[in-house]
């Protein structure tokens, strides 16, 4: 079973920062937070992941609460090309854990 | 720096049949997953192949099995095809031997549709 909450839907206007949260409350002390999204008809993008330190990339910015029970997912300028389905996934690293379990996600839709 | 790649990208079959899905993972990475994706939710994991075996196992029959190949491709097949079956087939590639970021990469899907 999935172990992270995400709101099923969310819009945002297009050039505004897109905050997606995420609830992973049960999280282990050695499973980090991955993030994908899937845009229409396609395979699952990676996005980011962080253990309990903020992180950021090209693509988007990541916080994690200080008691690791809640993120954020933040793209900070968002363009339709961002329209997709974004899923908050927990999965401890290293080999043999590429069993991610995926929920239903976030639909979020970027509106002009 | 091909991608993951999966062939057919679409495919109809009837109850009953058998059917052979393919995936090459991304140059450098040695480990396939494959994912059940039904249409709206989150993809399912089948099974995991390292080392030309499996081994991780999600919840779905024996009539799912695969294989891992010399040069890490991959197939899936599934048998007696049910109408429940239809769906996008994800492979996910990621590397064991390399700089394990835990990050997979996916194809873009085959979806079998089932008559």
């Known amino acids: 079973d999935a172990k992270t909450t995400q709101p099923t839907s969310m819009d945002c206007a297009e050039g505004r920062a897109a905050n997606l949260p995420c609830n992973h409350s049960t999280i282990s002390g050695n499973e980090y937070v991955y993030w994908y999204r899937q845009i229409h008809s396609q395979g699952p993008q990676y996005i980011i992941h962080?253990?309990?330190n903020n992180e950021t990339n090209e693509m988007a910015s990541l916080i994690i609460t200080e008691d690791r029970k809640s993120s954020t997912l933040i793209l900070p300028h968002a363009t339709l090309r961002d329209t997709a389905v974004y899923y908050c996934i927990v999965n401890s690293r290293g080999f043999g854990n590429e069993k991610l379990t995926f929920g239903t996600g976030t639909r979020l839709t970027i509106i002009p | 720096d091909a991608g993951v790649t999966q062939s057919p990208t679409h495919l109809i079959k009837t109850r009953g049949q058998q059917v052979t899905l393919r995936c090459s993972p991304k140059s450098g990475h040695d480990t396939v997953s494959w994912y059940q994706q039904a249409l709206g939710q989150g993809p399912q994991f089948i099974f995991q192949?390292?080392?030309?075996?499996?081994?991780q196992r999600g919840n779905f029959p024996d009539r799912f099995s695969g294989h891992q190949f010399p040069n890490y491709s991959s197939e899936l097949n599934v048998n007696a095809l049910l109408l429940g079956d239809s769906a996008l087939y994800l492979c996910?590639?990621?590397?064991?031997?390399?700089?394990?970021?835990?990050?997979?990469?996916f194809g873009e899907g085959s979806r079998l549709t089932v008559l």
């Open positions: 962080g253990l309990k």
């Open positions: 192949y390292y080392e030309e075996e499996e081994r």
């Open positions: 996910a590639s990621s590397s064991y031997r390399g700089t394990n970021t835990g990050e997979l990469f």
